[in-house]
């Protein structure tokens, strides 16, 4: 599932619909992403690139799709070639970790596909034009996989997760959909609205 979509469960499209919302940031980002996200390799001096790599784990039970894997020659890998992933981001640097934790959940995947060690990976931030180097040290590893098994939990309690608002939220364009401001915290849908109608009158 792409960032700017939200699912619903809902009876007219069997048992999820999907809500999307364009607006300038997330149109950037998928123009960005265009020529990425076309399956496809280039070969260069030392390494092969593939593009929209599919990725899964049996182990951790999750799948998806790297942006880039890059092969990079090394010859203490039996097949000649280590995999590096790239995540293709359409902002800049962000102090949370939530970027460094989906491309540490990549490497768990190809490291069980290929049955080879992958140390370090990179983010691109299209804002800044660079990559970020990203090693996947046993803390970031074991943040990733709490974080995978915090979403099975979800997923078996059929639970949404609670809403952390956030001024971020301001410039999301599902912020109309998630409605944060009346999910977030521990007040309730009828005292929010109770609490607006009262500013508004």
């Not at 809403?163 to 849908?189: I, K, M």
Request: positive net charge.
């Amino acid at each position: 599932m792409k960032c700017g979509e939200v699912r619903q469960r809902g009876p007219e499209s069997g048992p999820w619909n999907s809500q999307w919302r364009e607006d300038v940031n997330t149109a950037s980002g998928r123009l960005l992403h265009e020529r990425v996200d076309l399956p496809g390799h280039d070969a260069r001096a030392g390494r092969r690139v593939e593009r929209a790599v599919l990725l899964g784990s049996h182990r951790l039970r999750i799948s998806g799709r790297a942006d880039m894997v890059e092969y990079q020659r090394d010859a203490a890998v039996d097949s000649g070639w280590r995999p590096f992933p790239v995540e293709v981001k359409r902002g800049r640097h962000k102090a949370l970790e939530a970027d460094r934790v989906q491309l540490c959940a990549q490497a768990l995947c190809l490291e069980e596909m290929h049955g080879v060690a992958v140390p370090e990976g990179a983010l691109f931030y299209g804002t800044q034009h660079r990559r970020e180097q990203v090693c996947f040290d046993a803390r970031l590893r074991q943040r990733t996989e709490d974080a995978v098994a915090r979403m099975h939990a979800l997923l078996r309690l059929q639970e949404v997760p609670a809403v952390a608002r956030a001024p971020r939220c301001d410039g999301c364009s599902l912020e109309p959909l998630c409605l944060p401001q009346v999910t977030a915290g521990q007040r309730s849908a009828r005292d929010y609205l109770a609490r607006w109608m009262d500013e508004e009158g």
